[in-house]
């Protein structure tokens, strides 16, 4: 299988709960295209013994906050955005039928 | 008018706000650069409250629509949110609100920020106000043409490449993305969350350096806001630059036109005419070529994990309706462009354990590479300058977000500064074809005072302040 197979990437974006049509997979292959020149560049580059950098400044946080109630979201503002919501929970479709 | 020069009644400054909203509503059909309209009358009477030398008083701003705003739409220009109505506010709107700002509008964007045109929308593209054919930029183009045509003299954006340093370079305004942890980021929907700053548009320097003064501070509710003081930065801005060191990208002169590369040695003579010591420096050409694809896997890796979140379930919009699968499943598909949901494919791909290796690992290691470099220089000099674009705004037909390697270096080196968190802006001064194109400064981190003075000299000089291109 190609790694960039229409039914892998279709894979992918099941996994990420959602859909993609076909011409939409097309889509992603002809950019996976144009990615691999771009991977190219990366690969060229020499990182034998380098770390990775996640965030742009290292210093670790040495203390830890106090464990007091602080900045709590009501559950009224909780369930405003959601659709369904009775009581004090978010409702969703039965999963035992 | 640039806003430290607004002290005015309480009267004049009602009448200011409501007229900046009455504007921004008159060139709506021109520019499309609005998502939500506000209403100022609360806000006007909440301003009874403030001191009349509060920094903002009575200033109209808008805030690029990723910033939430408590019982007001918040979209990010995406379906999914298209009926999201949050419940808090961000840090900086508290802010900006006891600075005594009002807010008249929230502003479009690229969709979740993830796009340098505006294009992708939901409310469709944000036009240039300096030619109706062509883009605003992105991903902050909204507030970006909002400054540009005179509605407001300051709104607020969002960076995670340069998507407020290249739409100020298109609007011939000036763009700030400070350094990584200076403005909170509590309350601003995220992209990717080690490249994001809170970044933000004015037409002056002074006015620049006023607005960080005001937006700057420690937030415990993100942990990666620094504790460090806030400065004075309007008062340390003079322009008073004898011997500071500016080092101008070899590499991205070598592409530029005659044109530009002319305007760039002029503005480089009359810094040296001050005093400044400038010099061209070439960078790691293999590194400089590397940014975008570093950019371009970091960023989607993390924006997938990120926008795990809209969901349709807890907030958003939702569709579907025989499960829970069901109805991710199909909110997710119909709440993002095809352009977004590409883009966490890719994301996903980078992620998953067999890529991990060769795509997000080998581009966090170049990152650490690139910021080496960029601190090598930065050792030596006390900025990094390069035209921020090598041209002006694209025409509307003639771009888009697809991934390209036209212009590899010179259109996609500013993330360095997103790379490394170190200041960076872009400040007017140059036009290409008779399009505007700013300059980018990069300074060390929390440098911002010296950021901003080396900017003032070069407003001082080439005279471009408070310019505004009105459309009306």
Do not use: W
């Amino acid at each position: 299988m190609n790694k960039y197979d229409k039914e892998f990437l279709r894979k992918l974006a099941n996994q990420l709960m959602f859909d993609m049509t076909d011409e939409e997979l097309e889509n992603v292959q002809a950019e996976f295209v144009v990615l691999e020149k771009q991977l190219e560049l990366l690969e060229a580059i020499n990182t034998d013994g380098v770390e990775e950098m996640i965030y742009p400044f290292e210093a670790p946080t040495s203390f830890m906050r106090e464990d007091e109630v602080d900045n709590v979201l009501s559950v009224e503002d909780a369930l405003k955005n959601a659709k369904t919501a009775r009581q004090d929970f978010i409702v969703l479709p039965r999963v035992v039928k | 008018m640039d806003m430290h020069m607004m002290k005015m009644s309480r009267v004049a400054t009602e009448m200011h706000a409501r007229e900046a909203l009455e504007k921004a509503k008159a060139v709506q059909p021109k520019l499309n650069a609005m998502v939500t309209f506000c209403e100022v009358d609360e806000q006007l009477e909440n301003l009874k409250n403030i001191d009349t030398n509060a920094k903002l008083y009575g200033m109209p701003i808008v805030l690029k629509d990723n910033i939430n705003t408590k019982g007001i739409l918040t979209t990010a220009s995406s379906n999914i949110l298209g009926n999201y109505i949050p419940v808090y506010n961000a840090h900086i709107v508290d802010k900006l609100q006891a600075a005594g700002a009002i807010v008249i509008g929230k502003t479009s964007m690229d969709e979740l920020g993830m796009g340098g045109t505006n294009l992708s929308a939901a409310t469709g593209p944000v036009y240039n106000p300096y030619d109706l054919n062509r883009i605003s930029g992105g991903s902050s183009g909204g507030s970006a043409v909002m400054v540009s045509s005179g509605v407001v003299p300051f709104a607020l954006g969002t960076d995670t490449g340069d998507s407020v340093r290249k739409p100020a370079s298109y609007n011939n305004i000036i763009g700030v993305k400070p350094t990584y942890g200076r403005i909170s980021r509590y309350g601003v929907i995220p992209y990717a969350s080690s490249l994001d700053h809170v970044g933000y548009f004015t037409r002056s320097v002074r006015d620049a350096a006023l607005a960080l003064e005001v937006l700057a501070g420690r937030d415990d509710r993100d942990m990666t806001s620094s504790y460090l003081p806030v400065e004075e930065y309007t008062a340390k801005a003079t322009g008073e630059v004898s011997g500071v060191k500016v080092a101008v990208i070899k590499n991205i002169m070598d592409m530029a036109s005659d044109e530009l590369k002319t305007q760039t040695n002029t503005l480089m003579e009359q810094l040296r005419a001050k005093g400044a010591v400038v010099e061209e420096v070439t960078m790691n050409e293999d590194l400089l070529k590397a940014c975008l694809a570093v950019y371009f896997v970091i960023s989607n890796c993390e924006a997938t994990a990120n926008h795990s979140n809209l969901d349709g379930i807890r907030f958003g919009v939702q569709y579907g309706e025989n499960s829970y699968e069901d109805i991710m499943t199909k909110s997710r598909t119909a709440g993002f462009s095809t352009l977004i949901r590409k883009r966490f494919v890719i994301g996903s791909f980078g992620l998953a354990d067999e890529n991990q290796e060769r795509l997000l690992r080998k581009a966090q290691k170049v990152r650490r590479l690139i910021v080496e470099e960029m601190h090598r220089v930065l050792g030596e000099f006390d900025a990094i300058v390069a035209p921020a674009s090598l041209h002006g705004a694209p025409l509307l037909d003639a771009t888009s977000d697809q991934l390209s390697l036209e212009y590899l270096i010179a259109e996609n080196y500013m993330c360095m500064a997103n790379f490394s968190g170190d200041p960076s802006m872009t400040i007017p001064y140059a036009t290409v074809e008779g399009l505007p194109v700013g300059l980018n400064i990069t300074c060390s981190a929390f440098n911002e005072a010296g950021m901003f003075n080396l900017a003032k000299a070069i407003e001082d000089v080439t005279g471009l302040c408070d310019v505004v291109k009105e459309v009306l």
